[in-house]
C-alpha cells in the first residue's frame, strides 16, 4: 500500500470515529434533557411559514411610547401648519400636501428627538424606516428654497420652545 492511501485510510477511518462520537455524544445529551427541554428544542427546529410569523411587540403601529410626548406636539404643529388633522398627517394619503407636511413631520422628529427610523415609522402611521429615509431626502430638497425653510425654522422654534 502507498503512502497517499494509507494517508486516505487513516483520513477515513478518523471521521468514522468522529462521527461515531458525536452520535454517542448526541444521545447522551439527549437522555440527560427533561421531556420539556426536548419538546422546546423540536419545536424550534420546526419551520414556521411567514404568514403565522407574530410580529414582535414593537413592529406594530398600534405600540407607542407614552413618554414620548414631543411627538404629539410635533404631529400637531405639522398637520395644523398645513390645515390637516393628525388623523390625516399619518393616513395613507399621497395628496402633495399630506407628503409635504409628513415630511415635515419626520424631519422634526429626526432633529428634536433621538428616535429611531423604525419608531418614527410607527409614529407616523406604521411606516417602513425606508419611508423616513426617503422623506429626509425630500424634505432636504424642500429646505433648498428659503421660503419654505423659514417655515420649517418657525414650526420647530414653535415646538422647541
Given at each position: 500500500?502507498?503512502?497517499?492511501?494509507?494517508?486516505i485510510?487513516?483520513?477515513k477511518?478518523?471521521?468514522?470515529?468522529?462521527?461515531?462520537?458525536?452520535?454517542?455524544?448526541?444521545r447522551?445529551?439527549?437522555?440527560?434533557?427533561?421531556?420539556?427541554?426536548?419538546d422546546?428544542?423540536q419545536?424550534?427546529?420546526?419551520?414556521?411559514?411567514?404568514?403565522?410569523?407574530m410580529?414582535?411587540?414593537?413592529?406594530?403601529?398600534?405600540?407607542?411610547?407614552?413618554?414620548?410626548?414631543i411627538?404629539k406636539?410635533i404631529?400637531?404643529?405639522?398637520?395644523?401648519e398645513?390645515?390637516?388633522?393628525?388623523?390625516?398627517?399619518?393616513?395613507?394619503?399621497?395628496?402633495p400636501?399630506?407628503?409635504?407636511?409628513?415630511?415635515?413631520?419626520?424631519?422634526l422628529?429626526?432633529?428634536?428627538?433621538n428616535?429611531?427610523?423604525?419608531a418614527i415609522?410607527?409614529?407616523?402611521?406604521?411606516r417602513?424606516?425606508?419611508?423616513?429615509?426617503?422623506?429626509?431626502?425630500?424634505?432636504?430638497?424642500?429646505?433648498?428654497?428659503?421660503?419654505?425653510r423659514?417655515?420649517?425654522?418657525?414650526?420647530?422654534?414653535?415646538i422647541?420652545?
Amino acid at each position: 500500500m502507498s503512502e497517499l492511501a494509507r494517508q486516505i485510510e487513516s483520513h477515513k477511518a478518523r471521521q468514522e470515529r468522529f462521527a461515531q462520537a458525536a452520535i454517542r455524544h448526541e444521545r447522551r445529551t439527549l437522555a440527560t434533557m427533561t421531556p420539556t427541554a426536548t419538546d422546546i428544542m423540536q419545536v424550534k427546529n420546526l419551520a414556521v411559514p411567514e404568514r403565522f410569523r407574530m410580529r414582535r411587540k414593537y413592529e406594530t403601529i398600534h405600540h407607542v411610547f407614552p413618554y414620548m410626548p414631543i411627538t404629539k406636539n410635533i404631529l400637531l404643529a405639522a398637520a395644523s401648519e398645513f390645515g390637516l388633522s393628525t388623523k390625516e398627517l399619518v393616513s395613507p394619503v399621497r395628496l402633495p400636501n399630506h407628503c409635504v407636511s409628513r415630511y415635515v413631520a419626520m424631519g422634526l422628529m429626526l432633529d428634536l428627538t433621538n428616535m429611531s427610523l423604525p419608531a418614527i415609522g410607527r409614529r407616523l402611521g406604521g411606516r417602513d424606516h425606508t419611508t423616513i429615509i426617503n422623506g429626509r431626502t425630500r424634505l432636504k430638497g424642500l429646505l433648498q428654497s428659503e421660503a419654505f425653510r423659514n417655515r420649517y425654522e418657525q414650526i420647530r422654534a414653535g415646538i422647541a420652545a
